[in-house]
């Protein structure tokens, strides 16, 4: 039998190693994601086509597109909830807008409505920018590049517990800066009169909510 390597005996790595540049790192990890959602893009034009195939096969008489339908959405479903679970799709913000140059952002009082609301924004998951991830301020989801990375309670992992502060706030995302709460049902039902909607303290939330109920 062989003898363990350094490396199994858990020893540390040898001092010569040379050390990996970060800036390398970032774009070797956004060509790969670049050309994984270009593949996606492929797939969904292939989709796209053998959609079209059966609407031509329909309309001849060759095929019952009601029933095919009927066969794939389940598992499509399926599928798509495994593709997810294994962290095979990338989240990628697109257009790639710099964020600092945006104007006319929406103006709220967190500050006198944290306690009610409980910076519930901060719970909403989202994909960042090639901008935000090329900076290497703001943290992602190693398991789903690249979405806001979020702690155990749901929250991001840049917001200080007990202030519902962020600590990255003037390196925030652009979803972030552009972010208006006002409107959104499944914060406020109804923002002038401060009335929370209830659901927000509910386990699961957001999913919870039915925007369109």
């Known amino acids: 039998m062989s003898s363990p390597t350094d490396a199994e005996q858990g020893d540390p790595i040898p001092p010569d190693t040379p050390d990996v540049d970060r800036d390398d790192l970032i774009n070797g990890l956004l060509y790969v994601h670049g050309r994984l959602n270009m593949n996606a893009r492929y797939a969904l034009q292939a989709h796209a086509w053998l959609m079209g195939l059966i609407e031509v096969l329909d309309e001849r008489g060759l095929v019952d597109k009601q029933k095919i339908e009927e066969k794939a959405k389940p598992l499509a479903a399926g599928l798509s909830k495994h593709f997810m679970q294994e962290g095979n799709g990338v989240f990628l913000q ?115 909510v039915d925007l369109e109920a």
């Open 94 to 208: 697109e257009p790639n807008i710099d964020k600092y140059s945006y104007e006319g952002l929406p103006q709220i009082d967190c500050e006198s409505r944290v306690h009610l609301c409980k910076a519930s924004c901060c719970r909403l998951q989202f994909a960042m920018s090639k901008q935000d991830v090329e900076e290497g301020i703001v943290r992602w989801e190693l398991r789903q590049p690249y979405l806001i990375a979020v702690n155990e309670n749901g929250y991001c992992t840049h917001l200080k517990e007990g202030t519902c502060h962020c600590t990255i706030y003037e390196n925030r995302p652009g979803a972030c800066r552009i972010f208006d709460c006002r409107n959104d049902k499944r914060i406020w039902l109804d923002f002038d009169k401060r009335e929370i909607n209830p659901r927000l303290n509910e386990p699961g939330w957001p999913g919870n």
